[in-house]
């Protein structure tokens, strides 16, 4: 069984995917633009890289969840993200359900 290395590591892939929409979300309470974003995360434990990142925004873009603004009186553009009001009671249902799944999963650990 010389494969499980590459077993652990897909399902730390899976289970770490899954919380990434969550944890991005948590942090678009005000605006943020994607570098940002990543070292908001960085500096509370997640790691994202952007090319994980950005196809995230825009898909939760797309799906209505984040509004975003370009801001151009920078020297250099940088969009910015933020969530929308049904981004906010999505996030919000989203963590209900994460913390009543963390309670069962917790209990099946425990045992």
């Given at each position: ?16 995917r ?36 950005y ?29 929308s009001?049904l ?24 045992g």
């Amino acid at each position: 069984m010389g494969n499980e290395p590459d077993i652990l590591n897909n399902m730390l892939q899976e289970l770490r995917r899954g919380t990434l929409v969550l944890s991005v979300l948590s942090q678009l309470a005000k605006a943020q633009y994607g570098y940002s974003l990543i070292q908001s995360l960085e500096e509370k434990g997640i790691s994202i890289e952007a090319n994980t990142l950005y196809p995230l925004l825009r898909r939760l873009e797309a799906q209505g969840l984040l509004e975003s603004k370009w801001d151009t009186e920078e020297t250099r553009p940088r969009k910015y993200y933020l969530l929308s009001p049904l981004g906010e009671d999505i996030y919000r249902r989203l963590c209900a359900e994460w913390k009543s799944m963390a309670q069962s999963v917790d209990r099946l650990i425990e045992g």
